[in-house]
Nanobody
Framework: QVQLAESGGGLVQAGGSLRLSCAASGRTLSVGAMGWFRQAPGKEREFVAGIRSNDGSTNYADSVKGRFTISRDNAKNTVYLQMDSLKPEDSADYFC?????????????????WGQGTQVTVSA
């Protein structure tokens, strides 16, 4: 079993920054990969960023590339999402997820464990 707990969401003005954290327990982050997804009201949950456990490789959705940075601290079993230059369209519930797949999948169905989410609101 893997338990994931997100934190760090909140309200921020456009152009501002937030850092989300995802603390994992029950399994080391040294296997598989971690991903961040987001879901806005009335929309599908979409991939934001992923990081592979063994070598730290990352990938990003085009909509956040250059603005968001995913990182990990294996010693703390924690993954971070640094979000800069935030836009109102970034407003959503953000979820972290874990998969045993090393290939940095972007599909929601490829992830086996999910956190409860943290809300991010970006005001214009």
């Amino acid at each position: 079993q893997v338990q994931l707990a997100e934190s760090g969401g909140g309200l921020v003005q456009a152009g501002g920054s937030l850092r989300l954290s995802c603390a994992a327990s029950g399994r080391t982050l040294s296997v598989g990969a971690m991903g961040w997804f987001r879901q806005a009201p009335g929309k599908e949950r979409e991939f934001v960023a992923g990081i592979r456990s063994n070598d730290g490789s990352t990938n990003y959705a085009d909509s956040v590339k250059g603005r968001f940075t995913i990182s990990r601290d294996n010693a703390k079993n924690t993954v971070y999402l640094q979000m800069d230059s935030l836009k109102p369209e970034d407003s959503a519930d953000y979820f972290c997820a874990w998969t045993y797949v090393y290939g940095l999948p972007r599909e929601r169905k490829q992830y086996q464990y999910w956190g409860q989410g943290t809300q991010v609101t970006v005001s214009a």
